[in-house]
């Protein structure tokens, strides 16, 4: 073998040698890179739930029956910022690959929500009922203040607690929001797409995995990480 040969087989041996580490490398990320994914499927996340046009739509019919008013449902938003529900996603591991999984209301979140519904109705009600009063000729003007004793002196209660003693549905009721989100059962993974039930069905959905977040990508459903269990 010539010098040029033996330099030549070196050079072709350094490549090699060198393509091999490249591989092994590549080979390593990429399985951490899938771990790191399959291990974000573990303890306990959240999804924001947005209910704000259900529920300015519900309190504009309300507004409407009670008040008489052409209510229009933009002045109603403009009054508030949006209602979200958080809903609980936890998973139960057994493997990496698979384990159980429960999404279900987040009960502090609905109760806020509500409650926040609740104020919001009053609000726009008292203003209504100032508009009247003034229309009528009881006063050229009215404060909110003014208008509160008055409600109160004739309702024996606050307006806010008037509603909320009336049981108004100004809010989705708490079985049927349950109903719609809550589910549970058996999850695999399986490449990027994630085998659950929904709506009482098996389906496979594409996924996302991202610092602390799954994406569930058809459904546009995003959870954040809450901690692990």
Do not use: H
């Not at 030549?8 to 091999?20: G, P, Q, V």
């Not at 959240?46 to 009670?66: E, G, S």
């Amino acid at each position: 073998m010539t010098k040029r040969e033996r330099l030549r087989l070196r050079r072709i041996l350094r490549i090699s040698a060198l393509l091999m580490v490249l591989l092994v490398i590549i080979a390593f990320v990429a399985g951490f890179m899938r771990i790191r994914t399959l291990m974000a499927f573990r303890g306990e996340y959240v999804r924001d739930v947005d209910i704000t046009d259900r529920v300015i739509a519900k309190v504009a019919i309300w507004l409407k029956d009670v008040e008489g008013a052409n209510v229009d449902d933009e002045w109603i938003r403009s009054k508030t910022d949006s209602f979200i529900v958080k809903v609980d996603l936890d998973f139960d591991n057994k493997g990496l690959k698979k384990g159980t999984f429960t999404e279900s209301v987040n009960n502090s979140s609905y109760a806020e929500c509500e409650e926040k519904a609740y104020k919001l109705t009053a609000d726009c009600l008292r203003e209504l009922i100032i508009k009247r009063l003034i229309l009528v000729g009881y006063a050229k003007e009215l404060t909110d203040e003014d208008a509160d004793v008055l409600i109160k002196e004739a309702l024996g209660m606050t307006l806010y607690n008037y509603i909320k003693n009336s049981r108004v549905e100004i809010f989705p009721d708490y079985n049927e929001f349950a109903e719609e989100v809550t589910r549970t059962g058996d999850y695999r993974i399986r490449g990027t797409q994630i085998e659950w039930e929904r709506n009482d069905k098996k389906v496979k959905e594409e996924f996302r995995v991202s610092k602390d977040t799954i994406i569930i990508v058809e459904a546009e459903d995003i959870y954040k990480k809450q901690g692990d269990k």
